[in-house]
Nanobody, 121 residues
Framework: VQLQAYGGGLVQAGGSLRLSCGAS??????MGWFRQAPGKEREFVAG????????EYADSVKGRFTISRDNAKNTVDLQMYSLKPEDTAVYYC?????????????????WGHGTLVTVSS
């Protein structure tokens, strides 16, 4: 089972960026994005269920980020708008099979390698 995230890069404040994550080997009920800024703990960004879909967002990104998934392709995307320097972090794709989306690190069983997003001021 592998989760592969890509799409990170350098962007100016106010700009946008789209991250994508592909899952191979199996499907998951919930796929999500976390991020970890230098010197900080990893935090939840957004999650989406396979059915519904149900979505959840961290308060810090509500209205600016949109999570979506393509069940046929087994992928999840994170569209980020109005980026701020504080959005700078390594972004990780994660997944689990519980019903609820959930927002805690320990509730996600599968993790991909991160992709770096840098927002310049």
């Amino acid at each position: 089972v592998q989760l592969q995230a890509y799409g990170g890069g350098l962007v100016q404040a106010g700009g946008s960026l789209r991250l994508s994550c592909g899952a191979s080997g199996r499907t998951f009920n919930v796929m999500g994005w976390f991020r970890q800024a230098p010197g900080k703990e990893r935090e939840f960004v957004a999650g989406i269920s396979r059915g519904g879909p149900r979505t959840e967002y961290a308060d810090s990104v509500k209205g600016r980020f949109t999570i979506s998934r393509d069940n046929a392709k087994n992928t999840v995307d994170l569209q980020m708008y109005s980026l701020k320097p504080e959005d700078t972090a390594v972004y990780y794709c994660a997944a689990h099979d519980s019903y609820w989306v959930r927002s805690r690190n320990r509730e996600y069983d599968y993790w991909g390698h991160g992709t770096l997003v840098t927002v310049s001021s």
